[in-house]
């Protein structure tokens, strides 16, 4: 049985695989895209746009996978104070997910705030079981496990949620906001709600930890939503008054360019942000925008 | 009275009784917040020291549940001890098991240690009336049901739900979610079991001896029943001596040589009328059988001088409880770091001042039980010994959610006071102080900010340091005192680079300015 399985989902993964090129050379002979920016939509349409121009979401998520879409849901706050990815995002990726014939499609977060409270408050938790997901507590320790990261200078070894490990498929669904320790808040930071003790990254050199983690394991697709950006007093934000709507979107397997295209995006450059520049130091993607296929897309 | 009517006192005694004890249990254990905060609050209406510190402060309708109890006292006599007091019920269930188990079956009269019982009553009236409600705090019964309920009944809960929820979680069920379970505090967790042993070891071999011995609860309302209009009393033609009703009374207080009843100690279970066959122990209206006996006078003439004892001690109550505060030896130097200076406990939001809080709060650690982020721990000596067990904020298990105001809403002790959310979010309970010399921004000169990411208002601010480096600054106007800073700093305590100096008396704080946020030039396009 489990044999069987095996090879069926093998026959389709290489069915659908082999579509992808065909369709894109049908539309555009080109190289593809590196990083595809949206403006001017709903959040969940301009994925819909962007995940068309990299092949669709078949090139990513296959039948009978386990997906793990990870937004940041830190804090209780409400969807307009944009302190949380947007939840109508997270509904779209959830569902396509599910559309694709994922097995199982968790979403999670170690939250800041009390847990309960921001998966509801923010509307992500009612956004992810409408849409077929299961939200999975992040607060348990039980839940994560010891990890080690080849390479690492730092963070030689960490505890990360078993979801994080366990995923055939990982996508990250930042938001961008400015950060009071960091900077910025896009990619990799955002993956610091996958991992136990938190403390440790801030005690041993924050930038360089973010940077190491990238590491052990990359998303396989990085969605960062820029429809709302908090602007100053990031990451929590005091109130409204601290957002302002880009309504902008970027996708890309790169996480190191992603987060290198939200920063610009927010008015800084790429090198000023410390973890981005070690991770690009450490090949972990590129942050060299200049370099990259991008595909532009304007909407409405 | 008619015979039916006494047979159907005891069942309704039980039920009520269970009822009480059920909602009141359920309370403390609802993690899940299934009953509203203000719920709870009312669940405890009739708790009788609670209600009493309350009406203190606030002389109004919800905080007059002792009222009723001292009306019914004066009519029927005890009855909270039975019906409404959580300990009490629990102690019945103690002496059920035991008369199940065939340990303990029959009680007798036994005579009452009126010295330790009175004097334990006078002892807590003199702390009260110098503003010192320790003895409150330790032997209430319904705050020493309190903290069984919260110190040993709600973590074994919390460990049977985390391994449920372990189990459904394999098998692909994630409705019952693992919830986080703070580590006890070991003296409050000493003194509750010690209690809880010395009620259930009583209860089980000497029936209600902790309620005429040790509650001043049961010591106070025992006057108020001497002077109850009906009272039980044996008939004596009726009464055939057969000793029936004394093998039941869980009291001990039924003296058939002598055909009285030491109605001072009845707490009203009623059982002795349902024993009787011949309808020869019963309610009698006192008044009308014109015995007033040489006791009662006494008894009287002593209840109105407690009574006036308590209610002249009330206008002192709310004065000051100052100093006497635990001192850290402060400022000692340990590897270039300094050692963080906490001179009083942090008392919770509502709880207007350590003068209010520690004259009201007797300790029942309900809002210990619904706080969700349990930073409200029992202290240990941060009040100083009046305030022993007293619920504090310690912000090395977790910080005060900005939004929330649950323990506000629960107190039934009026300690602390019901705030609203936007009230909540102008409370300063004490300021974030900053200590440089500990920070890892000026130890290793790596970014770290992690406080100012969790604070609320941006009381606690990243300022330009050195070579592109932020480092933290506080505004006081605007802190709350709230603790995330100091949860989230990732220096180790007792060298906590930022930490919560509290208010001893709480103060308004600003409210963080909210500058307009001036319109971006909508870029059209892509800056890249």
Redesign the interface.
């Known amino acids: 049985m489990k044999r069987r399985q095996f090879i069926s989902t093998g026959i389709k993964a290489g069915i659908v695989a082999g579509m992808v090129p065909v369709v894109s050379a049908g539309h555009q002979q080109q190289k593809p895209f590196d990083l595809v920016a949206v403006k001017g939509g709903e959040p969940g349409a301009m994925f819909d746009m962007a995940i068309r121009s990299l092949g669709g979401l078949s090139a990513f998520v296959m039948k009978g996978q386990t997906v793990l879409v990870k937004p940041n849901i830190g804090w209780d706050a409400p969807p307009e104070r944009a302190a949380n990815t947007n939840a109508g995002l997270v509904k779209k990726i959830v569902a396509l997910c599910v559309q694709q014939g994922a097995k199982k499609v968790i979403v999670f977060d170690k939250t800041c705030n009390d847990w309960n409270k921001c998966y509801k408050n923010s509307g992500i938790q009612q956004a992810v079981t409408s849409a077929g997901g299961i939200m999975l507590p992040g607060n348990s320790e039980q839940n994560y496990k010891p990890v080690t990261i080849p390479g690492a200078v730092k963070l030689k070894g960490v505890k990360v949620h078993e979801a994080y490990i366990s995923a055939d498929v990982i996508i990250n669904v930042p938001v961008l906001k400015h950060h009071s320790g960091t900077t910025l808040t896009i990619g990799m930071k955002n993956l610091m709600g996958v991992v136990w003790d938190r403390w440790f990254w801030h005690e041993h050199d924050l930038h360089r930890c973010i940077a190491e983690f990238v590491l052990y394991r990359k998303p396989t697709l990085n969605v960062v939503d820029a429809h709302r950006v908090i602007m100053r007093n990031g990451p929590r934000g005091v109130s409204v008054e601290d957002v302002t709507e880009m309504n902008s979107l970027i996708v890309s397997r790169d996480i190191v360019a992603a987060d290198a295209a939200a920063t610009k995006l927010f008015g800084k450059e790429p090198d000023e942000i410390g973890h981005i520049k070690i991770a690009h130091n450490l090949k972990l993607g590129s942050m060299l925008l200049d370099k990259l296929n991008i595909d532009r897309i304007k909407m409405g | 009275m008619p015979m039916n009517f006494t047979r159907v006192l005891k069942p309704l005694r039980i039920t009520i009784s269970l009822f009480f004890i059920l909602v009141i249990t359920f309370a403390f254990i609802d993690f899940r917040e299934l009953l509203p905060a203000s719920g709870k609050q009312h669940i405890m209406f009739f708790q009788f020291i609670p209600s009493f510190l309350k009406f203190l402060h606030a002389p109004v309708f919800i905080a007059s549940g002792f009222i009723v109890v001292l009306i019914l006292s004066l009519l029927v006599g005890r009855l909270y001890c039975s019906l409404l007091c959580p300990l009490g019920t629990m102690q019945d269930i103690v002496i059920w098991i035991m008369k199940k188990l065939r340990i303990q079956k029959i009680f007798r009269f036994r005579k009452p240690y009126n010295v330790v019982r009175y004097g334990i009553l006078i002892v807590a009236i003199v702390l009260f009336i110098m503003h010192n409600i320790v003895l409150f705090i330790l032997l209430d019964p319904y705050s020493i049901y309190g903290r069984i309920s919260s110190n040993l009944l709600f973590p074994v809960v919390l460990h049977l739900n985390?391994w449920l929820?372990?189990m459904l979680q394999d098998a692909g069920i994630?409705s019952v979610?693992?919830?986080?379970v703070a580590r006890p505090v070991f003296f409050s967790l000493l003194v509750t079991s010690a209690m809880a042993v010395v009620v259930i070891w009583m209860a089980m071999f000497h029936g209600r001896l902790f309620c005429n011995t040790i509650c001043p609860v049961g010591s106070l309302l025992s006057r108020f029943s001497l002077a109850s209009l009906f009272q039980i009393r044996i008939e004596e033609k009726k009464c055939t001596r057969c000793l029936k009703c004394v093998t039941v009374c869980k009291a001990n207080c039924i003296d058939v040589i002598n055909e009285t009843v030491d109605f001072s100690r009845c707490i009203g279970c009623f059982n002795c009328m349902d024993e009787c066959a011949y309808d020869a122990i019963n309610y009698r209206n006192v008044i009308r059988l014109r015995q007033i006996s040489k006791q009662k006078e006494e008894g009287r003439r002593n209840f109105m001088i407690a009574f006036t004892a308590l209610f002249a001690g009330a206008p002192f109550a709310t004065k000051a409880i100052a100093g006497q505060y635990k001192k850290h030896k402060s400022g000692t130097a340990y590897d270039g770091m300094v050692l963080n200076d906490k001179p009083h406990a942090v008392s919770p939001p509502g709880s207007v001042s350590h003068e209010h809080f520690n004259v009201h709060c007797t300790g029942c650690h309900l809002c210990v039980s619904v706080c969700?982020?349990h930073v409200l721990q029992p202290s240990t000596y941060e009040y100083g010994w009046q305030g022993i067990l007293q619920p504090r904020l310690d912000n090395t298990v977790n910080y005060c959610?900005?939004?929330?105001t649950l323990c506000s809403e629960v107190c039934p002790a009026g300690a602390i006071q019901k705030l609203t959310v936007e009230q909540k979010h102008i409370t300063q309970i004490g300021i974030a102080r900053f200590e440089k010399k500990n920070c890892?921004v000026y130890t290793?000169e790596?970014?770290?900010?992690?406080c100012?990411?969790?604070?609320?208002?941006?009381a606690v601010?990243?300022v330009p340091y050195k070579n592109?480096l932020?480092i933290p600054e506080v505004t006081p106007e605007i802190c709350i005192g709230c603790g995330a800073c100091e949860y989230?700093c990732?220096?180790d305590p007792p060298f906590k680079a930022i930490y919560i100096r509290a208010n001893t008396v709480h103060q308004l704080a600003q409210k963080?300015e909210?500058?307009?946020?001036e319109?971006?030039g909508s870029k059209?396009d892509?800056?890249?």
């Open positions: 985390n929820s372990a994630y979610y693992p919830v986080s969700p982020t959610s900005y939004d929330c890892v290793d790596t970014s770290c900010g992690a100012s990411e969790h604070c609320p208002t941006k601010n990243m592109d932020m989230a990732p220096v963080p909210i500058e307009k946020m319109p971006s059209s892509f800056p890249f």
